[in-house]
């Protein structure tokens, strides 16, 4: 089998607990600051009513159970020993301090190795944090803050109504990352207002920043959003996949090579989605990206040498 040129979260894992870990999808019931009111109520114009947790149970099914249910089907199916405890909807730190302390205490069961918490770079506070420390001193059970980000662009962020900028973003991982938690930035590197040059600095910043995981997804276009109507107005035009394919393996070469890459590609609920992927399988993409980069005989970081005073290096080699 061919060495993978990039660094794949599923041999991440597999290296450091020893075995597969299987992520439990957790539906708490939330909202998000973008969509209640608090910064406004459209939500970012590409998201859709279920936000992005099409594959988890009802919100109003206990967490612990929740938990239990899918462990059990998982477990049984994959003969699974070790999971991870996803809060994938939606923004799993719009709440006080002390409930989300108490949705992370019912994630505290055997086989949770670690709890993941899928969040907008300003919902978290300095007192969240200390919530998140306090239950992994107890427990021991690991916790990674998952950050929306899409893309460092911020008049791109703008036109996508996110609602912050670039600067909430920094400031969110460098106060996690004090706070001794690992991030997962999520990007979309396939925007229509963004280009080469945006999915190259995507991935100079996280480097840059020191974040310890990038999930990458496509843009689909979710039903019944503002992008769906820009989409049939025919005022935005999507990339082809093939120019997908060469801004990935663009921001995997200058991607720092200790970030693990959790996917290149996203899975779209059909039934929610106009076009998605360019209605082929996730897994068809993915596979066609790794072509282009054996072919091109390229690998994760073989452009990373851009920090440290890159310019001044030659003055200080012995
Ligand atoms: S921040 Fe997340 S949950 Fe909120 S509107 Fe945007 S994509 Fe949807």
């Given at each position: 089998m061919l060495k993978s040129r990039y660094r794949v979260y599923s041999e991440y894992l597999r290296n450091k607990h020893g075995c597969k870990v299987y992520k439990l999808p957790v539906n708490l019931p939330v909202t998000c600051p973008n969509r209640d009111g608090e910064l406004g109520v459209g939500g970012c114009i590409f998201c859709g009513e279920s936000g992005a947790g099409f594959e988890a149970l009802p919100e109003m099914i206990p967490v612990k159970e929740q938990l239990e249910?899918?462990?059990?089907?998982?477990?049984?199916?994959?003969?699974?020993?070790?999971?991870i405890a996803y809060f994938q909807n939606f923004s799993n730190t719009y709440m006080p301090p002390e409930r989300f302390s108490h949705y992370l205490d019912q994630a505290c069961m055997p086989g949770i190795v670690e709890v993941y918490i899928s969040t907008r770079p300003d919902c978290i506070s300095d007192r969240h944090l200390a919530e998140a420390s306090d239950f992994v001193g107890r427990t021991g059970i690991e916790a990674t803050f998952e950050l929306g980000l899409q893309t460092v662009n911020y008049h791109t962020l703008s036109r996508l109504n996110r609602g912050h900028t670039l600067a909430e973003f920094i400031d969110s991982v460098l106060r996690v990352r004090n706070a001794g938690f690992g991030v997962c930035a999520h990007l979309i590197l396939d925007l229509p207002w963004d280009n080469m040059a945006d999915a190259v600095e995507n991935a100079k910043v996280l480097s840059a920043l020191g974040v310890q995981q990038?999930?990458?997804?496509?843009?689909?276009?979710?039903?019944?959003?503002?992008?769906?109507?820009?989409?049939?107005?025919?005022s935005i035009r999507l990339v082809s996949v093939e120019e997908y394919a060469r801004r990935v393996i663009a921001f995997l070469e200058h991607l720092s090579p200790d970030i693990v890459v959790q996917r290149l590609i996203g899975r779209a609920p059909e039934e929610e989605t106009i076009t998605a992927n360019w209605d082929t399988s996730w897994w068809k993409v993915k596979e066609y990206i790794e072509e282009q980069m054996e072919a091109l005989d390229t690998w994760q970081g073989k452009k990373f040498s851009y920090l440290g005073g890159k310019a001044v290096r030659k003055f200080c080699e012995e």
């Open positions: 249910r899918n462990m059990e089907y998982i477990g049984k199916k994959y003969n699974a020993k070790k999971f990038v999930k990458l997804h496509s843009l689909y276009i979710v039903k019944g959003t503002l992008l769906a109507r820009l989409y049939n107005e025919k």
